[in-house]
């Protein structure tokens, strides 16, 4: 499975930014598709959102109201679009596809480069 990201660059606070992703390769029906963060410096990553194949969306508490995910199923592809953008959203954003095979229970992660958003006046 292949996850390529794009979109991203640069914001002044209070604009907006949308993000796509794209996996491809053999993913199946059930999984989950969304996007992480990891601000400079950070050792972790953290959820901005994401949203199962059957359309159940998680936000993080920091981006709820601001942020809205959506999928196409037959696609493969999620968007984030980014409103009300501040500066502590300044981050490397990375998309992010759980793959899970319900008959043997398995589950895989899947990883993008990351693209950076940058939200500065």
């Known amino acids: 499975v292949t996850v390529v990201e794009s979109g991203g660059g640069s914001a002044q606070p209070g604009g907006s930014l949308r993000l796509s992703c794209q996996a491809s390769?053999?993913?199946?029906?059930?999984?989950?598709m969304g996007w992480y963060r990891r601000a400079s410096g950070g050792k972790r990553r953290e959820l901005v959102a994401?949203?199962?194949?059957?359309?159940?969306?998680s936000y993080g508490d920091s981006v709820k109201g601001r942020f809205t995910i959506s999928r196409d199923n037959a696609k493969n592809t999620v968007n984030l679009q980014m409103d009300s953008l501040k500066p502590e959203d300044t981050a490397v954003y990375f998309c992010?596809?759980?793959?899970?095979?319900?008959?043997?229970?398995?589950?895989?992660?899947?990883w993008g480069q990351g693209t950076q958003v940058t939200v500065s006046s």
């Open positions: 992010n596809v759980i793959d899970i095979k319900l008959r043997t229970g398995t589950r895989n992660d899947y």
């Open positions: 390769g053999s993913i199946s029906r059930t999984n989950v």
């Open positions: 994401d949203i199962t194949s059957g359309g159940h969306v």
